[in-house]
């Protein structure tokens, strides 16, 4: 997906979010994930105070939607900053243990199924690090991270390996403050993300404890708002914002409601396992002339710092200035009031303060310093801004060292800067990541600091070289397009560092990584497994020798916007989706053979007033006989607002190609936006691909059927759909597979059907890929071992290795096989477990029926006398019950492969003629290929 085609999704949901009131700068609005959920949070008491809050950047949002409807940024893998991460990277084979884990003690081991991990699981977390800190003795470091879909979670790292240590699921849950204390004891301050959002004083570090003290998030229906006297207005006063004394001895909670009145700060006695609302108050506290917005002690709990909220504007528009009280706590006295820039925020303020000194940080990138004394304010050039336009800018960090005499700033550039605070002066900029950064925590001594991405991985650095402090291998950002050669030995990854990293796919050891600037949106590897392609959305095609890494020349003779590469099933023609349109180059002359446009999208296709309707190609399948294309597309238009032409973008659309002549058959379906388990699903196809004998096409996402007269026919609904391209109707839907997190959202992401034809994978935001067996619609079999959305998906060409990328920063090859890694039998099977197995795989649950094929495949023999009992050749049409046995023979056949499994697919193939049967067993004898 171009940037382009992601601005415009994002313009379209930030206008219609428009229209219903917005929570801004409150993290539980980043799980809402259904209409009720969201109408109980406005109704709720206090949610109108909630609107002055720290200002939600429209970004943000966008991707917070996006993400949830199952859009993949890293299909367009284009670094933030400038340099890509290629040289001097170490040894890249992840370590394999055989450490026992404990309930919450991570290992680094494979996965059950997988072949080897390329890169490496340390330091990577789920979503986007949104508090850090340092152990007392610096020999740990605990983060919290998070993404919209409500998948997060608490982790203890060792700070010199990077190892995780402990690691507890926080699904929707929100953490205000996360600390060490000098005992050594750690506490979190944590919240739930549904009704209950009392937060709960936590002690992460006692392990014997409950490992999570607060209740997963899940969907409510909504209440009714509490409404005061005819005429009058409620307050409906909530607890705002809170913080914990350093000392860890007091919890500080400020107030906020809807009437813009004076507000109490009160302090609470800290103790663990216990909600904030029934702690014992001690005396003291202050009264904060408006809401509260934030609270912050000095480090030294002598001095408390309140934000107040800022004041709606109207038009979507908030002050850009707070007022900010500081006060003697010990005294509850006034010391001074300032008025101060709002704080860059995403996820929570980019605000730190030292025993004399408030850091803010703000959305142009630079850094406001105010004196707590005398309330006077001076300003450092952070310059958090990328040198290209269109990416990150904004100081979103901020923390200083512990003598208070450095400030670390992260940005929206990627870089973390050192600063010496009483001259100004940059001591070392420390360029690591490829997101912004935005989360930061320094070690008690002074001499490392830790820096946290939005996507997920966290840096350690050593504060007085400005070095990498913990050098980890693989990608340092998301990986979202791989590849394996057709034989399955070479792994290729494109990365979000931008590098191009080849990959042992059996050992995992990194051969080379080369650097390739720019937004990589398409890559593929030659059907002869000779050269490694890449595509970029300015057009450029690059390619390079597989096995030496040698760039090679590549040039195409036609201005066009590359999207995903792939190749004809005779490998005679390279396939480029070129926005608008999809591109057919000859192989290896890159050649253009022709040029299919999509159709412009009608008037009515996109909600008016727009203009400039165009359709953008998302992805484009050749049919195996090389006579049809398949394209799944959305439309657009643009419209003026205040004065700015904005993307709009609408329903997505799927077509069928006559491939030879371009052009086009029918209309196939179109999308519908909706809600699937509590997350917005948009409407757009996720993917569009033929099945391996051609009759049917694969759809991703809902929708229905374009009958000839354009208008919607009959529709579907299930996460894949089986759809007839010539009859126009729909054949049968996929099963869903139950979530491995079962409290999460979940939407799912790549796919890729095995070149049997008989599974068909989709990954999820979860990490977790499923295998619908194709034939029945139902989930067969499961990979998990990801910890973050699967981007991408591809199989070697016989269909032996599965590759998965995920944007934890790793890829994982799995063994595809019906055996998968296990080893043959040592034992052979009692003929009532043989007849038992059989039974299984003839029967109606396809997840045991698959468990039982590859069982049996771990004793050939034994199987090879089952089937020859139960498969004959076929003399007419099978009925429906013994298509799929067929069907499922057929597939323990091929996957046995020995000599008597292919005699008896020969004698299978010599059935009668036409048979479905005789089709399935010929097509499997000629994936085999000659012994």
């Known amino acids: 997906m171009s940037r382009f085609a992601v601005r415009r999704v994002a313009t379209q949901l930030l206008r219609n979010e428009s229209r219903r009131p917005r929570l801004a700068g409150d993290e539980r609005f980043a799980n809402v994930r259904d209409e009720d959920a969201f109408a109980e949070l406005v109704a709720r008491p206090g949610a109108a105070a909630l609107r002055g809050g720290f200002a939600m950047k429209a970004v943000a949002l966008a991707a917070a939607v996006l993400v949830a409807c199952g859009v993949a940024f890293a299909s367009v893998i284009g670094p933030a900053s400038e340099t890509p991460d290629s040289s001097n990277d170490p040894p890249a084979a992840a370590p394999k243990t055989n450490e026992s884990a404990g309930a919450d003690v991570p290992s680094e081991a494979l996965p059950a199924s997988a072949v080897a991990r390329l890169g490496t699981v340390r330091l990577r977390t789920i979503g986007q690090v949104k508090h850090m800190a340092?152990?007392?003795?610096?020999?740990?470091?605990?983060?919290?991270?998070?993404?919209?879909?409500?998948?997060?979670?608490?982790?203890?790292?060792?700070?010199?390996?990077?190892?995780?240590?402990?690691?507890?699921?926080?699904?929707?849950?929100?953490?205000?403050?996360?600390?060490?204390?000098?005992?050594?004891?750690?506490i979190a301050l944590i919240g739930s993300g549904g009704l209950d959002t009392v937060p709960v004083v936590w002690e992460f570090t006692d392990e014997k404890g409950a490992r999570s003290p607060v209740k997963p998030w899940r969907i409510v229906k909504p209440l009714h708002a509490i409404t005061g006297p005819s005429g009058s207005e409620p307050d409906n006063e909530y607890d705002a914002c809170y913080t914990i004394s350093p000392d860890g001895r007091v919890l500080a909670t400020g107030k906020a409601g809807q009437l813009l009145v004076d507000r109490e700060v009160q302090l609470w006695e800290v103790k663990t396992g216990v909600k904030a609302n029934a702690l014992r108050?001690?005396?003291?506290?202050?009264?904060?002339?408006?809401?509260?917005?934030?609270?912050?002690?000095?480090?030294?709990?002598?001095?408390?710092?309140?934000?107040?909220?800022?004041?709606?504007?109207?038009?979507?528009?908030?002050?850009?200035?707070?007022?900010?009280?500081?006060?003697?706590?010990?005294?509850?006295?006034?010391?001074?009031?300032?008025t101060a820039p709002c704080p860059a925020t995403s996820g929570r303020p980019a605000v730190a303060l030292s025993d004399t000194t408030l850091a803010i940080g703000l959305d142009s990138g630079g850094t406001s310093l105010w004196d707590l004394k005398t309330g006077k304010e001076r300003r450092i050039d952070t310059a958090h801004a990328s040198k290209k336009p269109s990416e990150g800018v904004g100081t979103h960090s901020v923390a200083f060292s512990p003598d208070g005499t450095t400030l670390a700033t992260g940005g929206g550039d990627g870089a973390t800067k050192l600063w010496d605070l009483a001259s100004g002066h940059l001591r070392h900029t420390l360029a690591g990541h490829h997101t912004w950064v935005q989360a930061l925590a320094v070690a008690p001594n002074g001499k490392r600091i830790?820096?946290?991405?939005?996507?997920?991985?966290?840096?350690?650095?050593?504060?007085?070289?400005?070095?990498?402090?913990?050098p980890l291998p693989g990608h340092k950002c998301l990986i979202g397009k791989v590849v394996l050669s057709p034989d399955g030995k070479l792994a290729v990854t494109a990365g979000a560092d931008g590098t191009l990293r080849w990959w042992d796919a059996a050992t995992g050891a990194e051969r080379r990584s080369v650097a390739v600037p720019?937004?990589?949106?398409?890559?593929?590897?030659?059907?002869?497994?000779?050269?490694?392609?890449?595509?970029?959305?300015?057009?450029?095609?690059?390619?390079?020798?597989?096995?030496?890494?040698?760039?090679?020349?590549?040039?195409?003779?036609?201005?066009?916007?590359?999207?995903?590469l792939s190749f004809t099933p005779d490998g005679k023609h390279l396939v480029a989706v070129a926005g608008p349109k999809v591109t057919i180059w000859e192989w290896p002359g890159l050649k253009l053979a022709r040029t299919i446009d999509m159709l412009k999208p009608g008037p009515n296709a996109v909600p008016a007033p727009t203009d400039n309707l165009t359709s953008w190609c998302q992805s484009a399948a050749v049919s195996p006989d090389g006579k049809w294309l398949?394209?799944?597309?959305?439309?657009?238009?643009?419209?003026?607002?205040?004065?700015?032409?904005s993307p709009f973008a609408s329903n997505g659309v799927a077509d069928v190609w006559e491939l030879a002549s371009g052009k086009r058959v029918r209309r196939l379906a179109k999308a519908h936006i909706s809600f699937r388990f509590g997350t917005l699903c948009s409407g757009q196809f996720r993917s569009g691909t033929f099945t391996t004998d051609g009759r049917f096409v694969l759809i991703g996402a809902n929708g229905a059927i374009t009958r000839n007269d354009g208008k919607d026919g009959e529709s579907f609904s299930d996460e894949v759909n089986l759809l007839d391209p010539i009859a126009g109707r729909v054949v049968q839907g996929f099963d869903e597979s139950p979530a491995s997190g079962s409290d999460r959202g979940r939407y799912s992401g790549a796919s890729a059907l095995s070149p049997n034809g008989r599974t068909y994978y989709v990954s999820y935001s979860t990490g977790e890929i499923v295998g619908y067996e194709v034939s029945t619609g139902k989930p067969r079999r499961a990979f998990v071992g990801h910890r973050g959305y699967i981007d991408g998906l591809a199989f070697s060409a016989d269909g032996r290795r599965l590759i998965s990328g995920s944007h934890d920063g790793t890829a994982l090859v799995w063994d595809a096989t019906l055996a998968g890694r296990r080893a043959p039998r040592a034992n052979p099977l009692t003929d009532a477990e043989v007849t038992k197995l059989w039974d299984t795989v003839d029967g109606n649950d396809a997840r045991a029926a698959f468990a039982a094929?590859?069982?049996?495949?771990?004793?050939?023999?034994?199987?090879?006398?089952?089937?020859?009992?139960?498969?004959?050749?076929?003399?007419?049409?099978?009925?429906?019950?013994?298509?799929?046995?067929?069907?499922?023979?057929?597939?323990?056949?091929?996957?046995?492969?020995?000599?008597?499994?292919?005699?008896?697919?020969?004698?299978?193939?010599?059935?009668?003629?036409?048979?479905?049967?005789?089709?399935?067993?010929?097509?499997?004898?000629?994936?085999?290929?000659?012994?």
């Open 630 to 645: 398949v394209t799944t597309a959305w439309q657009s238009g643009s419209e003026e607002i205040d004065g700015v032409r």
């Open 281 to 338: 108050p001690l005396k003291g506290g202050v009264i904060h002339p408006g809401n509260c917005e934030e609270i912050d002690f000095t480090p030294d709990a002598r001095t408390l710092v309140v934000f107040k909220q800022a004041k709606y504007l109207g038009n979507h528009q908030f002050e850009r200035e707070r007022l900010v009280t500081v006060w003697d706590v010990k005294t509850s006295r006034e010391k001074v009031r300032f």
């Open 518 to 564: 720019g937004a990589l949106t398409g890559l593929a590897v030659s059907p002869d497994g000779k050269t490694v392609l890449t595509g970029a959305g300015d057009g450029k095609l690059r390619m390079w020798d597989s096995e030496t890494g040698r760039e090679k020349p590549a040039t195409l003779q036609a201005d066009v916007e590359l999207g995903p």
């Open 134 to 186: 340092f152990s007392p003795d610096g020999t740990k470091l605990a983060s919290w991270s998070g993404d919209y879909s409500g998948t997060d979670e608490f982790t203890v790292w060792d700070a010199k390996t990077g190892r995780a240590l402990r690691r507890v699921d926080l699904a929707g849950a929100t953490v205000h403050r996360l600390t060490w204390l000098a005992d050594g004891r750690g």
């Open 853 to 931: 094929m590859a069982e049996l495949a771990r004793s050939p023999d034994q199987a090879m006398e089952v089937l020859r009992r139960h498969v004959k050749p076929t003399p007419a049409a099978p009925t429906d019950a013994t298509r799929v046995r067929h069907i499922r023979a057929v597939e323990l056949l091929e996957g046995l492969g020995t000599p008597a499994a292919r005699k008896l697919l020969t004698e299978l193939a010599a059935g009668k003629a036409d048979a479905p049967l005789t089709l399935d067993a010929a097509a499997a004898l000629k994936r085999l290929g000659k012994p």
């Open 450 to 470: 830790a820096s946290g991405g939005a996507d997920g991985m966290i840096r350690l650095w050593d504060t007085a070289t400005g070095a990498d402090a913990c």
